[in-house]
């Protein structure tokens, strides 16, 4: 585990009119990485970022672009954003039947393929593919929609996750990803994650406030 998990900053509570901007502002401020909330209005019921926007987003930063897929089917959109330039992408088992294919389709396309698990959704049913993923994504929200509470009872999942990656000695990241604040992040630090998702706690405020924002998600951390 992780003594100073990496932070993912979520584009779904940026200034939408300003993305480039928003995205090397997060950079300067000491993101690890930057997670684009892709939404169809199907999976989910909002609409947010295609192929195009991570496109148009890559130039603005060379962080990892961690893109996470909340469509379906999420096999037929692996190849156009990848094209686009994301850096890792995220498929929802509820959304891919064929797990097991997508992730190698994503490994063969040159990035990091991650699985997401709404809070609905049992840790076992990823058994059979945690050895071809290179990071898992609990969700700690029912997805669709930011500034959601944090689900306290996911915590027992990020656990047993920890559990079974660290009992095979695997290179897979625990990510979180749902209303995790300063009050929330401790929960699933100490849970195992390695990564900390965050809208509107690493936004608020604006550029000038985005520094102490993730400062204080991090352990030892205080707000600014």
């Not at 609905?120 to 969700?139: A, F, K, Q």
Request: some cysteine; charged content about 20%; glycine content about 10%.
């Amino acid at each position: 585990m992780s003594q100073r998990p990496r932070l993912a900053p979520s584009l779904l509570a940026a200034d939408f009119a300003s993305l480039g901007s928003e995205t090397r502002a997060m950079e300067a401020a000491g993101a690890d990485l930057i997670h684009v909330d892709v939404m169809d209005g199907h999976f989910v019921p909002e609409l947010t970022f295609g192929p195009a926007v991570v496109r148009a987003l890559r130039p603005h930063t060379r962080l990892p672009l961690d893109v996470h897929l909340m469509v379906e089917p999420a096999e037929a959109a692996v190849e156009a954003f990848a094209a686009a330039g994301a850096d890792l992408i995220t498929v929802h088992v509820e959304a891919c039947p064929h797990l097991d294919r997508t992730l190698r389709r994503i490994r063969e396309l040159g990035k990091k393929a991650g699985v997401a698990l709404n809070p609905g959704t049992s840790e076992n049913l990823l058994e059979p593919t945690l050895g071809i993923c290179d990071l898992v994504l609990v969700m700690t929200v029912n997805p669709g929609y930011g500034g959601q509470t944090f689900l306290t009872d996911q915590v027992r999942k990020i656990g047993a996750l920890r559990e079974r990656i660290d009992a095979r000695s695997l290179p897979v990241e625990l990510s979180v990803d749902g209303g995790v604040n300063p009050d929330t992040a401790p929960l699933a630090i100490d849970a195992g994650a390695d990564i900390l998702v965050a809208g509107a706690a690493a936004f608020r405020g604006g550029p000038e406030r985005y520094r102490g924002n993730l400062d204080g998600l991090r352990p030892g951390g205080s707000t600014a």
